[in-house]
């Protein structure tokens, strides 16, 4: 069940906080989990959440939400360590294949979940999903780029635009 | 270490989901984030390859252009001429990089100039600086981005 306490703060059992995301949903969360969220922290920090009256999430859904709080729950017991100077190889490891594993998804949640980290202030999440996104930018053509990122088709002008731009500017294209 | 869920509303993931439907017009989700959120983006990515976003489309045009830093891209260190010769390896030499460049990392020879990696700084940082200035202006100022 419960991990083991590290030492600070929190008062035996895990404290627990309600999440509502922006279509009501209600998920019921450890503080230390939430508390990755710097937005978060700070009303956790001054009791909210607690109770009955939960913390009202109106930019995320909850299907977000629900990703998000998986990679917090996930990420928690590393955090409250101070980063993971004494976490074992073998937990890394597994953090690793987690979050390589919890970012294969479809690009629209990838977005959504990079904007929730945004608003929430989830360093780690947003520089996970920023990173994954860079990724299947690195190394392409623009028009690879465009088709990866599902771009729409480019209208006649804006082809002729970018023509003009990359003969302007092809250097930075090879 | 459980995280409990509690339906209280109708479930909205229909609404996000329309905004991904493949392939058919429209803006593409990705442009549609605010500048901020594609910059930390950008900033995954060598500056060079950066700017090469400026060419997807006309919001993508500007936005490599609101980057905090140009980062360079390290070329392989040089072997230090220095090194071969040991008893002069000690004389201080004149610094040629010494603006702009980092001094040379703790354990390469003292006060050797060819030990930091050399780059060919001034060609690639002009192309950029061109192709900032005229990104910036074949655009309008900042405009938020939420439409």
Known sequence: MAAPESGDGNNGAARMVTLISSDNTRFEVEAAAASLSQTLQLTILDGGGGGGDGIPLPNVDSATLSKVLEYCIKHAPAA???????????????????????????????????MAAHNLEIEGLQSLVAKKVADMIKGKSPMEIRRTLGFPDPTPEEQAEMNAHMLEYGWAYE | M??????????????????????????????AL??????????????????????????????????????RTPSPP?????????SRSRMPLPNPWRRGFPP????????????????????RRRRLREALLSCLASTRPPRSAST
């Open chain 1, 80 to 114: 409250a360590n101070g980063g993971a100077p004494n976490a074992t190889a073998v937990d890394r490891a597994e953090l690793e294949r987690f979050d390589n594993e919890f970012v294969n998804i479809d690009q629209s949640v990838l977005y959504s979940l990079i």
């Open chain 2, 34 to 71: 605010p500048d901020d959120v594609l910059i930390y983006i950008l900033r995954h990515l060598d500056t060079d390859e950066a700017a090469r976003t400026s060419v997807l489309s006309r919001r993508w045009r500007r936005v490599w252009t609101l980057l905090p830093s140009f980062s």
């Open chain 2, 104 to 123: 040379p990392r703790a354990g390469s020879p003292v006060n050797c100039p060819f030990t930091t990696s050399i780059r060919p700084p001034t060609v």
């Open chain 2, 2 to 31: 459980s995280m409990q869920q509690r339906s209280g509303g109708e479930v909205g993931a229909a609404k996000r989901v329309t905004a991904s439907d493949d392939g058919a017009g429209g803006e593409d989700c990705l442009s």
């Open chain 2, 78 to 86: 040089v072997k230090c001429l220095c090194s071969i010769s040991t």
